[in-house]
């Protein structure tokens, strides 16, 4: 054979190598490299220079030694190339940064603190005048407020898109609720009620807003308010006289849940075995039944249409909660792969602060055990509350010709995790 002997032959040969290893650069970049500087030595030109620099002389021998150097290193490096899914992953802990990834952390509302520190329970009377005045054991009670447009804006702007749990815990860090909490646990003191009777007389003041349905109020038929709207709005719907009901209680110490009934939802505060009433048994607790719509309604009593009826069971604490975002775009091609960006944004809506946050990326199979490419976020973080994680990843990448979508899973130690997936994408060689 001549193909490695002949000017001709060599320089096809050179030519035909260079390309393969241009080729399998974005595969295995070492064994292209090895492959281009077989290519090179076999250019007739390459090999003159050489030989006269290094007073070397080529044989036939040692031309037939690079090429089969380089046919080596293509057959290694095709096989690396990587066509089969992996198993999907759990998340763990973080290895050396990638270069495929960027963050920024960011505060999500950057005029809370500002704000937070105009509200007052009584307050000048530029602001809103709201007059309240209910029953209660026989008597009459009297509240006048001056209320925030700019803390009512505020809220009016949030996210509804969280538990319900979260409109109650978030209202803790709220100095009207604060106040307003403790201006009727000392109201209630000072015309004498007792610790038992505190919860009665704080619910009595909510019976007494006016029941609205959210699509009156707001155009919406879900929309949950926070404490600081059913105030300002003078009412609600079930949903936000019970959050109310449960901010205002919490407050002053007492243990409550929200009791979400088929299109109902009402409060359980937490009472002795020997309390007479409607009751529930959550976490080996008795939480009595109370029901914040309409006047008159004593803790125990609960309407007829309720009895023995579906419940779950809402659970209020502090805590975070995590919600993502992403958007996914193709950023190139190769022979062999489709290679994806991802953008998300991870919101913490929650009352708390998320402890070590970590984020899983994947493009995953139909196989939903299995994953083309997956990466972890190196740095472990903290997101507070109303904070927002920015991210991006770059160049996974899956098979042409093969089904795909993006997966996202975000957990933290005081979190439930939060998994999202995109829509199916299949790529063919022909785009």
Known sequence: MKIFTGSMGRSLSAIFFTGIGL????????????????????????????????????????????????????IVGLSSLDTNPKELESIKEPYERSARETNVLENEYQETESIRRLDKIIGDESGLKRDYIWSYDQHQYGLTMYLSSDIYRYYARKDRNRGYDIFVSEASDNQFIIALAQHLNDLGKKYGLNKTEIP????????SLQYTSDDV????????????????????????????????????????????????????????????????????????????????????????????????????????????????????????????????????VGSDTAKNVQIYTALQTRDENKVWDQI?????????????????????????????RVLIRVAGDNTYAEELGGWWTQQDEEQ
């Open 200 to 207: 009665s007389f704080v619910i009595s003041f909510v019976q």
């Open 376 to 404: 972890e976020s190196t740095e472990i973080f903290d997101l507070e509350s109303e904070n927002r994680y920015t991210y991006k990843i770059n160049r996974l990448k899956a098979p042409l010709d093969q089904d795909f």
């Open 23 to 74: 080729l399998m650069w974005t595969i295995s970049p070492f064994h292209s490299t090895l492959i281009i500087l077989s290519a090179l030595l076999l250019y007739p030109s390459i090999e003159k220079f050489v030989s006269k620099k290094f007073d070397l002389e080529f044989s036939k021998s040692a031309r037939w030694i690079i090429a089969i150097i380089a046919m080596i290193n293509i």
């Open 217 to 348: 109020t707001t155009g919406y038929d879900e929309f949950p308010k926070y404490p600081y709207e059913t105030i300002v709005d003078d009412g609600g719907d079930c949903e936000d006289t019970s959050i109310l009901t449960s901010a205002l209680l919490e407050e002053i110490g007492y243990g409550t849940v929200l009791i979400s009934l088929p299109g109902h939802m009402a409060v359980g505060v937490l009472c002795s075995d020997t309390q007479r009433g409607y009751a529930y048994e959550y976490n080996g607790k008795r939480y009595c039944y109370l029901e914040t719509t309409g006047e008159g309604w004593l803790i125990g009593e609960i309407p007829e249409e309720y009895i023995n009826k579906e419940y779950e069971i809402i659970s209020v604490s502090k805590r975070p909660e995590l919600h993502v975002e992403f958007n996914e775009y193709t950023s190139g091609f190769d022979w062999w792969n489709v290679y994806v960006n991802v953008d998300m944004t991870i919101t913490n």
